[in-house]
């Protein structure tokens, strides 16, 4: 028998999979980034789907197999596609899209999935003038995760009127060290 690792997770990127299944690459709390096979997902009525989806955060139990991971249970808590605006779910598309370019291998790391959550819950509570602070303060504080960037950061951790208002008032600044991580990363 397989060991069941139970685990918050974000769906970052669905790729379809042979006939019914799917590719999920998964950002979760306690084992990383992820990529997982999710059988008989696509078919019509499939119980999983609605906690598959891009962008869906749910409470899932990955099985570590001979050929990689696979999801044999998902519970949806949260589904920031529909909640978000179109134009918050292009913002959130660049900083998944951040995360899967510079995230190799499997390493737990909390504070990529708490960025990011963090970063999804700002763009549904926060007017959005302000989201343009909160995708380069998301960038920022994914790049300084991993090493990337060493400089401070407002409030670490949290996005606030003042961590947002900090990142409107310095723009040029921060961009050019997102910039520089992103180019010391080499890809």
């Known amino acids: 028998m397989r060991h069941k690792y139970p685990t918050e997770a974000i769906v970052l990127h669905r790729t379809p999979l042979a006939e019914e299944s799917a590719l999920l690459t998964l950002l979760t709390r306690d084992v990383g980034l992820v990529r997982a096979r999710a059988q008989g997902v696509r078919k019509r009525g499939a119980k999983l789907a609605p906690a598959l989806a891009t962008f869906a955060e749910s409470d899932m139990v990955l099985v570590a197999g001979k050929e990689g991971w696979r999801i044999s249970g998902a519970l949806l808590r949260d589904n920031w596609f529909h909640t978000l605006s179109r134009a918050a779910r292009t913002r959130a598309a660049r900083v998944s899209t951040l995360i899967l370019r510079l995230v190799h291998g499997e390493s737990p790391d909390p504070v990529l999935f708490e960025t990011f959550r963090g970063f999804l819950t700002t763009l549904t509570s926060f007017p959005e003038d302000t989201h343009d602070s909160a995708e380069c303060l998301a960038a920022l504080r994914?790049?300084?995760?991993?090493?990337?960037?060493?400089?401070?950061?407002?409030?670490?951790?949290?996005?606030?009127?003042?961590?947002?208002?900090?990142?409107?008032?310095?723009?040029?600044?921060?961009?050019?060290?997102?910039?520089?991580?992103?180019?010391?990363?080499?890809?």
Do not use: K, M, Q
């Open 142 to 187: 994914i790049l300084s995760a991993l090493g990337l960037d060493a400089g401070d950061i407002p409030e670490a951790g949290l996005f606030t009127s003042t961590a947002l208002s900090s990142v409107a008032e310095n723009r040029s600044a921060f961009i050019v060290r997102v910039n520089r991580g992103i180019a010391a990363s080499g890809l």
